[in-house]
């Protein structure tokens, strides 16, 4: 390939682009292999894929359009970004979904081949958006991929059908150039992935090349740009989603934990990749069990978890609502388990590939009776991995079960994570019992299962295969200390302070929470309080404030239950608190019961996360100030 | 621990102290008896066998036991139980359940259970009725029957517990009665044994809600004219002179004969290792209910990969090829870059 360039080279501190084609084209393939690439070459990264719920839904319509956005800088960034400055769309459709999100001035490079009466019919338009003046205010490349590809590609001996599908390579190559991305590496993965089938391998080479080469010689671009490496923090990284870290998460724990890992799972939108990354590791002794229903899955886990594994169950809101009686009976059971809940768009079968928050209230009281359970939920991608472990930590220190919150945006959303020593995880070692705890009245010893830890109020965790702990436990009320079953009114009473008791005390043994808030705690006006998949967008619109010379607080909870022990001063240290939320003010509402606060919610429930600007915008009209104030947006980082 | 011998235990050993609470007269007591008689002679542990129940009167046994167990909610004792037998493949798993239990909330858990063929022994309290919320009809109870919830009489068409479970692939099948001790252990016995998912659907009196929905044929005087014992590789017959028998019509259907019609030979001779289910199914048919000559006994016992042995194997295999898992090697396996200092 050729590297004199007769091209200007620009430099860029950043840039968002948008890959967008039919579900058929590979966008979320090229955006994940153009991320990789940026990752590897040095930029910090964020991505944002955003694919339809239909598998294939017919080809060139609006409802089959699958895009996918990455954010590449040369500095730290916290967001995919609020607006892509670059959108690739492979044919009318994606253009008439996308081009609405396009920054102005924006640059819009299609596919001018897809472009004909039939897809403009496919996708509602009624003229030709690249010639009825529709795009003024966008620099509009038109590139003839499928000819272009087909050309190449036929010589690799694909036949034409297959050869048109390598057209997103063409995109990759043409993307690639225009951003002086290194080839080295998108060559050499498209070997290992095509190995199997070396007519496609390559023929995908040839279309990668040719886009590449196209850039180069068409004179079409004036410029190409550069998006020199980030400055991260020294240390060896890779490319994760967070259901890949969370997978790898558990795998730790369970390592940590010297626990034999089991998940029941049911496949379902967005959580099903856990289940297949998990499965891959069965060298770890990892056991998965695809359960019949979402119920089954839960019940496998609790099953495994009275054997001694740490039980595991990954589902997303409707299995979630399947799951709570099961939940319920882990909670009256005290044994632990994790419950993982990738949320997406409610209610009912809602958007199942969109994000949404709308959970929170739903892992709190989902279960009749007083059935209080721990919940924690990671701020990113690469966090799931963190909050896996600590979510272990809490369900086998205190044998209880953990709901894990992720959401879809986090599932799939991908960002480059500094590997973690290993050496450097927390020990979460448990001890079965071994020995009885109790001396019946003739003097007998006998193991009594609800005799409880002074310090955690746990129960002990007697595996089946001990000799001489035998004991039945069940879901009906039972004696404290004993576990008999028992109607007694008092010991119900006593039974369920204890248990609420022992998930509040785990306040003392988790992380106070942090606030960042440049003159220290309740020095800025305004606190934002965030939980969740809302971390970027929210320290992105904080940043953004504070680049305007404004102050402006920002504390995120990991821990929703119970709260960390300081989250009440926190918020009494500022006179008004803002909560974003993926919902309709769910967590505003547990703060404002909890701490009579007057938190505002700052609601967002289309499918997709903040954008820095909409929180910033709420801020400044909360802190007097208005928009209107101009900042340089370019420089600063979202 | 497979090296020391077993202890030597009594009934006793296998008791808990806790009280009984089924009512005085219900089957559940022979049932709960012939098991912890049985237990001693199976030669396991105490301490390595589970009790899985679900919700309802027959899910109460495994709080009767002095093992491990667990009393579980409604219908998901076969979902648990896989959980455990499969993660603990050393373990004795029992699950205890009734017809509500896991023929309607728990269905789906029985017969994937069973389709799985994880070693997990499963005993069906059947009763035709809803005991423990006080009398309403089951997935069992013959079509037409007055209860507080049908006072008109049910319209659903009973599930037959066996048909069902050889629908499901289970790999084995048996049925047994309340009113006969020897034949219920040698059936908890078989199925103890068996290395898959067992199935042992019992005929237990309900004497509160249902009283005598088996009597037509587990009474004492109606037993031989009704009872048709399955015995694996003899002629099907029976009678108090073996005088009735189980031919095949030309056109493949089963019928009951009088053997001195049709001659000794004529008679099917049972094979419960026989691979394809039709005839053990065609016999779970052969009476329309337990009011009429009804087989008992093993209908089906034949081998088929275990699923947690099967998994362990994938896990040996798994570790054989690529090593113990190692944490930093996994957390590289996505493709790495380092950023210099
Ligand atoms: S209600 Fe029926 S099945 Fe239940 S304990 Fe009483 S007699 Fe037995």
């Known amino acids: ?638 | 621990m497979t090296d020391t011998q077993i202890p030597v235990t009594t009934r006793k050993d296998w008791t808990s102290d806790q009280e009984v609470r089924w009512c005085p007269g219900c089957g559940d007591y022979s049932i709960l008896a012939a098991l912890q008689m049985l237990m001693p002679d199976l030669g396991v542990r105490r301490e390595n066998t589970v009790f899985v129940s679900g919700i309802g009167c027959a899910a109460r046994l495994p709080y009767y036991m002095n093992t491990y167990g667990m009393h579980s909610i409604h219908g998901r004792a076969p979902a648990i139980a896989t959980g455990l037998a499969v993660s603990r493949p050393d373990l004795d798993v029992w699950v205890i359940t009734g017809d509500g239990d896991s023929l309607s909330i728990g269905g789906n858990h029985l017969i994937h259970a069973l389709r799985r063929n994880v070693k997990i022994t499963i005993l069906l309290f059947n009763n035709q009725i809803y005991g423990l919320t006080k009398g309403q009809y089951s997935p069992t109870s013959e079509q037409g029957k007055v209860t507080k919830s049908t006072p008109f009489g049910s319209l659903d068409t009973p599930f037959n517990p066996v048909s069902l479970a050889l629908g499901a692939e289970a790999s084995f099948v048996a049925r047994t009665h309340d009113m006969d001790r020897k034949h219920m252990q040698e059936m908890f016995r078989r199925a103890h044994d068996h290395n898959g998912a067992a199935f042992v659907e019992i005929y237990q009196n309900c004497n509160v809600f249902n009283d005598g929905a088996f009597e037509k044929i587990t009474s004492k005087d109606a037993r031989a004219d009704n009872l048709i014992p399955l015995v694996h590789g003899e002629p099907i017959r029976f009678g108090a002179e073996l005088e009735h028998g189980v031919v095949m019509e030309p056109d493949g259907r089963l019928r009951i004969a009088e053997v001195a019609d049709v001659g000794e030979d004529a008679l099917l001779v049972h094979d419960e290792r026989r691979d394809e289910p039709g005839l053990a199914f065609q016999l779970s048919r052969l009476a329309r209910g337990p009011y009429e000559p009804t087989p008992i006994g093993i209908f089906r016992a034949v081998e088929r990969p275990e699923y947690g042995a099967a998994m362990t194997k994938q896990l040996l295999e798994a570790n054989e090829r690529r090593g113990p898992g190692d944490l930093t090697s996994l957390l590289a396996s996505g493709g790495t870059w380092t950023v210099e200092a």
């Open chain 1, 1 to 638: 390939m050729s590297t004199a360039t007769r091209h200007q080279t620009t430099e860029l501190d950043r840039v968002v682009i948008r890959f967008a084609g039919d579900s058929g084209d590979g966008m979320q393939l090229t955006g994940t292999q153009f991320t990789s690439v940026s990752s590897m070459f040095g930029n910090d990264t964020a991505t944002l894929p955003d694919f339809p719920a239909e598998i294939r839904a017919p080809a060139g319509t609006l409802a089959g359009v699958s895009a996918f956005q990455v954010h590449i800088s040369d500095h730290d960034i916290l967001t995919p970004g609020d607006q892509p400055s670059v959108l690739v769309a492979m044919n009318p459709a994606a253009l008439k979904t996308n081009v609405g999100a396009v920054a102005p001035g924006g640059t819009v490079i299609v596919n001018v081949d897809a472009f004909d009466e039939r897809a403009f019919e496919k996708a509602n338009y009624t003229s030709n958006p690249l010639t009825d003046g529709s795009l003024v205010g966008y620099k509009v490349y038109e590139v003839p991929m499928t000819s272009l590809t087909m050309e190449v590609a036929k010589a690799a001996g694909v036949k034409p059908r297959d050869a048109e599908r390598s057209k997103n390579f063409f995109a990759l190559g043409l993307v690639s150039w225009l951003y002086s991305r290194p080839v080295d590496g998108t060559l050499g993965w498209i070997e290992k992935r095509f190995a199997s089938t070396p007519l496609v391998l390559d023929a995908n080479t040839r279309a990668f090349k040719a886009g590449y080469n196209f850039g180069e010689t068409a004179e079409l671009f004036e410029v190409n740009y550069q998006v020199r490496p980030a400055a991260l923090e020294p240390g060896v990284y890779t490319n994760i989603t967070g259901n890949t870290a969370l997978a790898w998460g558990l795998i730790a724990a369970a390592h940590q934990a010297n626990l034999p890992l089991f998940l029941g799972s049911y496949p379902i939108t967005p959580a099903s990749d856990i289940l297949h990354e998990l499965s891959k590791h069965k060298h770890f002794g990892v056991r998965t069990v695809q359960a019949e229903d979402e119920i089954a899955g839960v019940g496998a886990a609790i099953g495994a978890a009275f054997g001694g594994s740490l039980g595991v169950t990954t589902t997303s809101g409707p299995g979630a609502d399947l799951k709570s009686e099961s939940v319920g009976m882990a909670v009256s059971l005290e044994l632990p388990l994790l419950v993982i809940n990738i949320q997406r768009g409610g209610p009912s079968t809602g958007l199942p590939t969109k994000t949404e928050q709308s959970d929170l209230l739903h892992a709190m009281y989902s279960r009749h009776g007083e059935a209080p359970v721990p919940i924690v939920a990671p701020m990113t991608p690469s966090h799931c991995f963190e909050v896996a472990i600590e979510a272990a930590r809490i369900a086998v220190k205190y044998r209880t079960p953990v709901i894990v919150l992720s959401d879809g945006y986090l599932a799939n959303g991908a960002e480059p994570w500094r590997l973690p020593d290993p050496a450097t995880l927390p020990d979460l070692r448990v001890e079965f019992a071994t020995e009885t705890n109790h001396t019946e009245e003739d003097g007998t010893p006998a193991f009594w299962p609800y005799v409880r830890d002074e310090e955690t109020l746990a129960r002990p965790w007697a595996v089946p295969g001990t000799p001489g702990l035998e004991h039945r436990i069940g879901a009906l009320e039972k004696e404290d200390g004993s576990g008999n079953v028992s109607y007694d009114p008092v010991n119900h009473e006593r039974m369920v302070h204890l248990r609420a008791a022992k998930v509040a005390g785990i306040a003392k043994d988790i992380a106070l929470l942090e606030v960042d808030d440049l003159g220290g705690i309740g020095a800025a006006p305004v606190l934002v309080l965030g939980w969740g998949s809302t971390f970027g967008a929210i320290a992105a619109g904080v940043r953004r404030v504070r680049a305007r010379g404004l102050s402006v607080a920002h504390a995120h909870l990991v821990h929703l239950n119970p709260f960390p022990s300081n989250l009440g001063e926190v918020l009494g240290a500022y006179d008004k608190v803002l909560v974003p939320e993926a919902n309709l003010g769910q967590l505003a509402k547990m703060v404002r019961a909890d701490f009579l606060v007057d938190a505002r919610t700052l609601s967002k429930v289309q499918g997709v996360p903040f954008r820095a600007a909409e929180i910033e915008e709420v801020v400044l009209e909360m802190l007097g100030a208005t928009s209107g104030t101009t900042i340089d947006e370019e420089d600063v980082a979202s």
